[in-house]
């Protein structure tokens, strides 16, 4: 009885071995001491950056072994938004104490701290700094848009009443969209008015995001659903739907056909942007997804969230493989017919007698034309013997 029980036990942690998960986990950005809340990708795909609630922020390369290229602790609570400019030369993090600061890079790509600017009386919970370095827009808690001349240290305020859950701005930088903690999204100019709204959620929207040509914004919301808006049309595209739980965050790939969404469960889903079907979904890795990214190569996944540390662990960014299947190009064919090998061009050779063009016609020599071109031959010189 004895021998079939340790039997029975034997199988069922052989079964239990073998039916094991293995993580879906390809890398970790570590170097937090405490859960990450916010993380940004640089527009050429250079430059990742995290926060966290340890006041902390790391810039990471991703063209080096993912070790932090540096780690800033300047913040004196959490980093709650973090941008980058798309070269990757400008930051700017925002914190839950309402101050923006921004950095700048040198020839190496190492960054120093360039402005403390105290914006907002309370979190800032999205950013966006423009290319040159010059300018930031902030939402916050607080309910008010700022946009701040870094050199003038002066801010243009927008009122929006409710608190900022997101912002994003246009190319131009002449419209800003807002989302708050309601279920509205509203479009305002420069001078504070709004120009367009867009209605459709049943609950808050958390995040907003433009596609890189800005012809549609994407909205993630409390009610699980992810919405794609047509920005020149004001109407309502496609609604995504497959997450259990509120989606917080979103990231949209460089070409502008996938998207990232996150949520709190802590599932992430990888979406085909024209469909929208899901072409991934990594799901009990941890909970509280605070932001997304995906590689320019499309290759892997980028995800701020909690998740358990083994013992000398550090929290940080999980990397995962994406699950786009990218389809390599072949080198173009020769022309030729379908099916058949290419033929290898060969050397011309002379033309024959049934040439139709009658200058290149050989004509066959006479007698009496061996004789003429006999005569037109010049005349050997003659030796002393011969005159």
Request: glycine content about 8%.
């Amino acid at each position: 009885m004895k021998q079939i029980a340790t039997a029975f036990i034997l199988l069922i942690s052989t079964l239990s071995f073998a039916q094991k998960a293995t993580s879906p986990i390809i890398f970790k950005l570590q170097g937090h001491s405490e859960d990450l809340q916010c993380m940004a990708m640089s527009g050429n795909g250079k430059f990742i950056a995290s926060g966290s609630w340890d006041g902390m922020f790391n810039i990471f390369k991703t063209d080096t072994n993912y070790t932090p290229n540096g780690s800033y602790l300047d913040h004196i609570s959490a980093v709650n938004a973090i941008a980058i400019t798309s070269t990757g030369k400008f930051i700017a993090t925002g914190s839950i104490d309402g101050t923006v600061i921004t950095y700048k890079s040198d020839s190496f790509g190492n960054f120093t701290r360039d402005k403390n600017l105290p914006i907002h009386r309370l979190a800032v919970n999205s950013l966006y700094i423009d290319g040159t370095g010059k300018y930031v827009y902030t939402g916050s808690n607080d309910g008010t848009i700022s946009f701040y001349d870094i050199p003038k240290l002066k801010d243009k305020r927008i009122t929006n009443g409710s608190p900022v859950t997101s912002i994003a701005v246009t190319n131009d930088r002449r419209n800003i969209f807002c989302s708050d903690n309601t279920s509205i999204i509203k479009k305002y100019d420069l001078e504070g008015k709004v120009i367009k709204t867009l209605e459709g959620h049943t609950d808050q929207v958390n995040h907003i995001i433009l596609t890189k040509d800005n012809k549609y914004l994407i909205s993630a919301s409390s009610d699980k659903t992810i919405r794609i808006w047509n920005v020149q049309t004001n109407k309502l595209e496609r609604t995504l739907t497959g997450h259990d739980w509120k989606v917080v965050t979103l990231a949209v790939s460089f070409n502008n056909k996938y998207i990232v969404s996150g949520s709190n469960d802590g599932s992430i889903k990888v979406w085909d942007f024209e469909t929208g079907a899901v072409i991934k979904s990594i799901d009990g890795v941890g909970t509280k997804v605070r932001g997304v990214g995906i590689s320019n190569d499309l290759s892997r996944v980028f995800a701020a969230m909690h998740y358990d540390l083994d013992s000398f662990e550090s929290a940080g960014i999980l990397v995962f493989k994406s699950g786009i299947e990218i389809v390599k190009k072949e080198p173009p064919k020769v022309p030729g017919k379908p099916g058949s090998p290419a033929k290898t061009p060969q050397a011309k050779t002379p033309a024959t007698g049934n040439s139709t063009d009658p200058s290149k016609q050989i004509i066959k020599k006479t007698p009496e034309i061996e004789i003429s071109e006999d005569k037109k031959k010049t005349p050997e010189p003659k030796t002393n013997g011969e005159r």
